[in-house]
Protein backbone atom coordinates (compact mmCIF):
# COMPACT_ATOMS: atom_id res chain seq x y z
CA UNK A 1 0.00 0.00 0.00
CA UNK A 2 1.48 3.28 -0.94
CA UNK A 3 1.36 6.13 1.62
CA UNK A 4 0.52 9.93 0.94
CA UNK A 5 1.23 12.81 3.24
CA UNK A 6 -1.04 15.46 2.68
CA UNK A 7 -1.22 18.92 4.20
CA UNK A 8 -3.65 21.49 3.88
CA UNK A 9 -6.22 18.32 4.07
CA UNK A 10 -9.03 20.80 6.14
CA UNK A 11 -9.55 22.55 2.51
CA UNK A 12 -11.37 21.79 -0.74
CA UNK A 13 -8.41 20.37 -2.74
CA UNK A 14 -6.98 18.65 0.18
CA UNK A 15 -10.52 16.84 1.26
CA UNK A 16 -11.07 15.93 -2.73
CA UNK A 17 -7.60 14.77 -3.32
CA UNK A 18 -7.39 12.90 0.11
CA UNK A 19 -10.88 10.72 -1.49
CA UNK A 20 -9.31 9.98 -5.26
CA UNK A 21 -6.11 8.88 -3.30
CA UNK A 22 -7.84 6.77 -1.13
CA UNK A 23 -10.54 5.08 -4.16
CA UNK A 24 -6.56 4.37 -5.96
CA UNK A 25 -5.89 2.09 -2.06
CA UNK A 26 -3.42 4.29 -1.09
CA UNK A 27 -2.68 5.24 3.30
CA UNK A 28 -3.68 8.93 3.42
CA UNK A 29 -2.10 10.63 6.17
CA UNK A 30 -3.80 14.42 6.99
CA UNK A 31 -1.36 16.91 8.86
CA UNK A 32 -3.33 19.40 11.51
CA UNK A 33 -2.55 21.37 14.01
CA UNK A 34 -5.69 20.27 16.03
CA UNK A 35 -6.62 16.49 16.15
CA UNK A 36 -10.25 17.34 18.01
CA UNK A 37 -10.89 20.20 14.95
CA UNK A 38 -14.02 18.71 13.02
CA UNK A 39 -12.97 18.52 9.70
CA UNK A 40 -15.73 18.99 7.48
CA UNK A 41 -14.96 18.44 3.87
CA UNK A 42 -14.02 14.48 4.69
CA UNK A 43 -16.63 14.64 6.93
CA UNK A 44 -19.03 16.00 3.58
CA UNK A 45 -17.33 13.45 1.49
CA UNK A 46 -18.09 10.37 3.82
CA UNK A 47 -14.09 9.86 4.21
CA UNK A 48 -13.06 11.10 7.78
CA UNK A 49 -12.58 7.61 9.15
CA UNK A 50 -10.78 6.55 6.89
CA UNK A 51 -7.99 9.18 6.55
CA UNK A 52 -5.13 9.33 9.26
CA UNK A 53 -4.77 12.78 11.03
CA UNK A 54 -1.24 13.38 12.39
CA UNK A 55 0.12 16.90 14.02
CA UNK A 56 3.13 18.29 12.37
CA UNK A 57 4.50 21.76 12.82
CA UNK A 58 5.81 22.97 9.38
CA UNK A 59 7.42 25.41 10.97
CA UNK A 60 9.69 23.10 11.94
CA UNK A 61 11.96 20.97 10.26
CA UNK A 62 12.28 18.02 12.76
CA UNK A 63 8.56 18.04 12.98
CA UNK A 64 8.48 16.97 9.76
CA UNK A 65 11.24 14.68 9.89
CA UNK A 66 9.54 12.87 12.33
CA UNK A 67 6.69 12.78 10.45
CA UNK A 68 8.32 11.16 7.49
CA UNK A 69 10.45 8.46 9.63
CA UNK A 70 6.91 7.35 11.46
CA UNK A 71 4.68 6.99 8.05
CA UNK A 72 7.74 6.16 5.28
CA UNK A 73 5.65 8.26 2.54
CA UNK A 74 5.71 7.46 -1.03
CA UNK A 75 4.05 10.73 -1.83
CA UNK A 76 3.57 14.50 -0.03
CA UNK A 77 1.06 16.96 -1.57
CA UNK A 78 2.00 20.34 0.23
CA UNK A 79 -1.42 21.92 0.02
CA UNK A 80 -0.96 23.90 3.34
CA UNK A 81 -0.74 27.70 2.84
CA UNK A 82 -1.82 31.01 3.62
CA UNK A 83 -3.77 31.32 -0.02
CA UNK A 84 -5.52 34.56 0.08
CA UNK A 85 -4.12 37.20 -1.88
CA UNK A 86 -6.63 40.25 0.20
CA UNK A 87 -5.26 38.91 3.42
CA UNK A 88 -1.49 38.76 2.58
CA UNK A 89 -1.44 42.71 1.89
CA UNK A 90 -2.67 42.51 5.33
CA UNK A 91 -0.15 39.91 6.82
CA UNK A 92 2.91 40.01 4.46
CA UNK A 93 5.78 38.88 6.61
CA UNK A 94 3.14 36.32 7.86
CA UNK A 95 1.82 35.38 4.36
CA UNK A 96 5.52 34.77 3.17
CA UNK A 97 7.29 33.58 6.11
CA UNK A 98 4.90 30.96 6.50
CA UNK A 99 4.65 29.69 2.69
CA UNK A 100 8.09 29.84 2.11
CA UNK A 101 9.47 28.38 5.19
CA UNK A 102 6.78 25.64 5.46
CA UNK A 103 8.31 24.42 1.65
CA UNK A 104 12.23 24.66 2.68
CA UNK A 105 11.61 22.32 5.72
CA UNK A 106 10.14 19.65 3.80
CA UNK A 107 13.03 19.95 0.78
CA UNK A 108 15.87 20.02 3.62
CA UNK A 109 13.59 17.25 5.77
CA UNK A 110 13.26 14.75 2.29
CA UNK A 111 16.98 15.77 1.18
CA UNK A 112 18.52 14.88 5.04
CA UNK A 113 15.67 11.59 4.96
CA UNK A 114 15.12 9.74 1.90
CA UNK A 115 15.79 11.90 -1.39
CA UNK A 116 13.29 9.26 -3.45
CA UNK A 117 10.19 10.46 -1.80
CA UNK A 118 7.82 12.11 -4.12
CA UNK A 119 7.26 15.90 -3.13
CA UNK A 120 4.32 17.98 -5.08
CA UNK A 121 4.13 21.86 -4.29
CA UNK A 122 0.51 23.35 -4.61
CA UNK A 123 0.97 26.90 -6.77
CA UNK A 124 -0.94 29.70 -7.88
CA UNK A 125 -1.03 31.45 -11.44
CA UNK A 126 -1.28 34.92 -9.26
CA UNK A 127 2.86 34.48 -9.48
CA UNK A 128 2.61 35.57 -13.23
CA UNK A 129 0.82 38.32 -12.59
CA UNK A 130 0.83 41.24 -14.66
CA UNK A 131 1.47 39.24 -18.24
CA UNK A 132 2.68 40.10 -21.61
CA UNK A 133 1.47 37.29 -23.59
CA UNK A 134 -1.20 34.87 -23.18
CA UNK A 135 -1.79 31.74 -22.37
CA UNK A 136 0.64 31.94 -19.62
CA UNK A 137 3.40 28.66 -19.78
CA UNK A 138 5.51 27.45 -17.39
CA UNK A 139 8.17 29.24 -19.32
CA UNK A 140 6.36 32.75 -18.94
CA UNK A 141 8.21 35.40 -17.11
CA UNK A 142 7.33 35.77 -13.51
CA UNK A 143 5.81 39.26 -12.47
CA UNK A 144 3.86 38.73 -8.84
CA UNK A 145 1.42 41.70 -7.76
CA UNK A 146 1.11 40.71 -4.27
CA UNK A 147 2.52 39.10 -1.27
CA UNK A 148 1.13 35.94 -1.86
CA UNK A 149 1.94 35.98 -5.35
CA UNK A 150 5.83 36.56 -3.73
CA UNK A 151 5.38 33.57 -1.46
CA UNK A 152 4.51 31.25 -4.51
CA UNK A 153 7.37 32.17 -6.81
CA UNK A 154 9.78 31.74 -4.18
CA UNK A 155 8.64 27.97 -3.73
CA UNK A 156 8.47 27.45 -7.42
CA UNK A 157 12.32 28.34 -7.68
CA UNK A 158 12.79 26.70 -4.55
CA UNK A 159 11.38 23.21 -6.01
CA UNK A 160 13.65 23.76 -8.96
CA UNK A 161 16.57 24.25 -7.29
CA UNK A 162 16.11 21.26 -5.19
CA UNK A 163 15.19 19.18 -8.35
CA UNK A 164 18.63 20.40 -10.31
CA UNK A 165 21.01 20.78 -6.97
CA UNK A 166 19.87 17.37 -4.98
CA UNK A 167 17.64 15.38 -7.68
CA UNK A 168 14.42 15.36 -5.86
CA UNK A 169 11.59 14.03 -6.79
CA UNK A 170 9.90 17.15 -6.30
CA UNK A 171 7.45 19.27 -8.70
CA UNK A 172 4.91 22.70 -8.75
CA UNK A 173 1.27 22.29 -10.21
CA UNK A 174 0.60 26.23 -11.13
CA UNK A 175 -3.13 25.54 -10.56
CA UNK A 176 -5.60 28.49 -11.75
CA UNK A 177 -8.67 29.46 -10.14
CA UNK A 178 -11.05 26.20 -9.58
CA UNK A 179 -13.81 25.63 -7.20
CA UNK A 180 -16.31 23.03 -5.69
CA UNK A 181 -18.73 22.97 -3.12
CA UNK A 182 -16.29 22.54 -0.29
CA UNK A 183 -14.91 25.95 -1.30
CA UNK A 184 -14.90 28.69 1.67
CA UNK A 185 -17.61 31.23 1.24
CA UNK A 186 -14.97 33.99 1.38
CA UNK A 187 -13.64 32.94 -2.98
CA UNK A 188 -15.40 34.81 -5.08
CA UNK A 189 -17.89 31.96 -6.93
CA UNK A 190 -18.63 30.92 -3.77
CA UNK A 191 -19.22 34.03 -1.85
CA UNK A 192 -21.28 35.06 -5.02
CA UNK A 193 -23.57 31.64 -5.18
CA UNK A 194 -24.19 31.26 -1.44
CA UNK A 195 -25.08 35.48 -1.49
CA UNK A 196 -27.24 34.76 -4.31
CA UNK A 197 -29.15 32.01 -2.71
CA UNK A 198 -30.25 34.08 0.17
CA UNK A 199 -31.39 36.78 -2.01
CA UNK A 200 -34.10 35.01 -3.42
CA UNK A 201 -36.15 34.95 -0.12
CA UNK A 202 -34.68 38.44 0.37
CA UNK A 203 -36.06 40.82 -1.67
CA UNK A 204 -34.07 43.56 0.08
CA UNK A 205 -30.64 42.45 -0.02
CA UNK A 206 -27.82 42.92 -2.69
CA UNK A 207 -24.88 41.61 -3.46
CA UNK A 208 -21.81 43.46 -2.93
CA UNK A 209 -18.74 42.94 -5.05
CA UNK A 210 -15.52 44.99 -6.46
CA UNK A 211 -14.29 44.85 -9.67
CA UNK A 212 -16.11 42.50 -11.71
CA UNK A 213 -14.40 43.80 -15.33
CA UNK A 214 -11.37 41.27 -14.85
CA UNK A 215 -10.92 38.24 -16.80
CA UNK A 216 -10.05 34.46 -14.60
CA UNK A 217 -9.52 31.08 -15.75
CA UNK A 218 -11.96 29.05 -13.31
CA UNK A 219 -11.90 25.10 -13.14
CA UNK A 220 -13.59 22.30 -11.30
CA UNK A 221 -11.28 21.13 -8.11
CA UNK A 222 -12.18 17.51 -8.39
CA UNK A 223 -10.92 17.35 -11.32
CA UNK A 224 -7.89 19.80 -10.63
CA UNK A 225 -6.51 16.94 -8.19
CA UNK A 226 -6.48 14.16 -10.49
CA UNK A 227 -3.55 16.37 -12.45
CA UNK A 228 -1.86 16.34 -8.95
CA UNK A 229 -1.89 12.89 -8.79
CA UNK A 230 -1.52 12.12 -12.04
CA UNK A 231 2.38 14.69 -11.98
CA UNK A 232 3.65 11.92 -9.46
CA UNK A 233 3.33 9.01 -11.08
CA UNK A 234 5.06 11.19 -14.16
CA UNK A 235 8.73 9.21 -14.70
CA UNK A 236 9.96 12.59 -14.34
CA UNK A 237 9.39 15.24 -11.86
CA UNK A 238 8.25 18.76 -13.80
CA UNK A 239 5.88 21.50 -13.32
CA UNK A 240 2.69 21.66 -15.16
CA UNK A 241 0.19 24.40 -15.67
CA UNK A 242 -3.56 23.09 -14.60
CA UNK A 243 -6.01 25.22 -15.94
CA UNK A 244 -9.13 24.90 -18.29
CA UNK A 245 -7.47 27.05 -20.98
CA UNK A 246 -9.79 30.09 -20.82
CA UNK A 247 -11.19 32.79 -19.50
CA UNK A 248 -13.85 34.56 -18.11
CA UNK A 249 -15.50 37.42 -17.17
CA UNK A 250 -15.93 37.88 -13.80
CA UNK A 251 -19.57 39.87 -14.28
CA UNK A 252 -20.80 37.12 -16.70
CA UNK A 253 -20.12 34.82 -13.64
CA UNK A 254 -22.44 36.50 -11.47
CA UNK A 255 -24.95 37.44 -14.63
CA UNK A 256 -25.23 33.50 -14.92
CA UNK A 257 -25.35 32.99 -11.56
CA UNK A 258 -28.39 35.90 -11.40
CA UNK A 259 -30.20 34.34 -14.38
CA UNK A 260 -30.29 31.14 -12.86
CA UNK A 261 -31.65 31.99 -9.82
CA UNK A 262 -34.25 34.71 -11.33
CA UNK A 263 -32.84 37.28 -10.03
CA UNK A 264 -32.71 41.14 -11.29
CA UNK A 265 -28.71 42.14 -12.23
CA UNK A 266 -30.30 45.62 -10.79
CA UNK A 267 -29.31 44.01 -7.14
CA UNK A 268 -25.58 44.06 -7.74
CA UNK A 269 -23.93 46.59 -5.99
CA UNK A 270 -19.70 47.80 -7.12
CA UNK A 271 -18.33 48.15 -3.96
CA UNK A 272 -14.96 49.94 -4.59
CA UNK A 273 -13.44 48.88 -1.07
CA UNK A 274 -13.72 45.24 -2.18
CA UNK A 275 -11.32 45.80 -5.43
CA UNK A 276 -7.72 44.44 -4.61
CA UNK A 277 -5.23 46.92 -4.46
CA UNK A 278 -2.87 45.72 -7.87
CA UNK A 279 -5.35 43.27 -10.38
CA UNK A 280 -4.41 41.48 -13.18
CA UNK A 281 -6.90 42.05 -16.30
CA UNK A 282 -6.81 38.83 -17.80
CA UNK A 283 -5.31 35.73 -17.30
CA UNK A 284 -5.39 32.00 -18.78
CA UNK A 285 -2.93 29.32 -18.72
CA UNK A 286 -2.12 26.86 -21.48
CA UNK A 287 -3.16 22.78 -20.19
CA UNK A 288 -1.49 21.43 -23.46
CA UNK A 289 1.45 20.12 -21.82
CA UNK A 290 -0.85 18.44 -18.88
CA UNK A 291 -2.95 17.05 -21.33
CA UNK A 292 -0.10 15.43 -23.60
CA UNK A 293 2.41 13.81 -21.48
CA UNK A 294 0.07 13.51 -17.86
CA UNK A 295 -3.00 12.29 -19.80
CA UNK A 296 -5.13 15.01 -17.58
CA UNK A 297 -8.82 15.14 -19.66
CA UNK A 298 -10.32 17.90 -18.78
CA UNK A 299 -12.90 19.54 -21.33
CA UNK A 300 -15.58 21.35 -18.87
CA UNK A 301 -16.31 24.89 -19.87
CA UNK A 302 -17.35 27.12 -16.82
CA UNK A 303 -20.64 27.54 -17.29
CA UNK A 304 -20.96 23.92 -16.75
CA UNK A 305 -19.20 24.09 -13.53
CA UNK A 306 -20.98 26.58 -12.28
CA UNK A 307 -24.54 24.78 -12.70
CA UNK A 308 -23.20 22.24 -11.06
CA UNK A 309 -21.94 24.09 -8.14
CA UNK A 310 -25.20 25.89 -8.06
CA UNK A 311 -27.49 22.66 -7.78
CA UNK A 312 -25.31 21.12 -5.17
CA UNK A 313 -25.62 24.30 -3.38
CA UNK A 314 -29.25 24.12 -4.14
CA UNK A 315 -29.35 20.92 -2.66
CA UNK A 316 -27.17 21.04 0.52
CA UNK A 317 -29.22 24.29 1.32
CA UNK A 318 -32.31 22.09 0.77
CA UNK A 319 -31.64 19.74 3.04
CA UNK A 320 -30.21 21.85 5.40
CA UNK A 321 -26.66 20.97 5.66
CA UNK A 322 -23.93 23.77 5.87
CA UNK A 323 -20.38 24.04 5.58
CA UNK A 324 -19.86 26.69 8.29
CA UNK A 325 -16.53 24.91 9.91
CA UNK A 326 -14.65 24.48 6.27
CA UNK A 327 -11.53 26.58 7.33
CA UNK A 328 -11.00 29.40 4.66
CA UNK A 329 -8.05 29.23 2.10
CA UNK A 330 -7.33 25.93 2.26
CA UNK A 331 -4.95 26.41 4.99
CA UNK A 332 -3.70 23.54 7.58
CA UNK A 333 -3.98 25.87 10.42
CA UNK A 334 -0.05 26.51 10.81
CA UNK A 335 -0.19 29.99 10.63
CA UNK A 336 -2.38 32.64 12.46
CA UNK A 337 -3.49 35.55 10.94
CA UNK A 338 -5.83 37.56 13.36
CA UNK A 339 -9.12 38.00 12.05
Known sequence: MKVAIITGISGQDGAYLAQLLLSKGYKVVGVVRDLNRKLTG???LGIHNQVTLELCDLWEQASILRLLAKYRPDEIYNLAAQSSVGLSFEYPIETIKFNVV????????IRLYDKKTKFYQASSSEMYGMVSELPVRISSPMYPLSPYAISKASAFWMIVNYREAYKLRCCTGVLFNHESYLRSSNFFVKKVIVE???MTSDPEMVLRVGNLKVRRDFGYSPKYVEAMWLTQQNEVAKDYIICSGASIL?????????SRLGLDTSRIVIDKDLSRLTDI???YGDNSEAKAELGWDYNLNFYQVLDMLIEEEIAN???????TTLRPNGQSGHIHIPR
Open 42 to 44: LEY
Open 102 to 109: SVLNFLEA
Open 196 to 198: ALK
Open 250 to 258: LEDIVHHVF
Open 281 to 283: EDI
Open 317 to 323: TQAGQHL
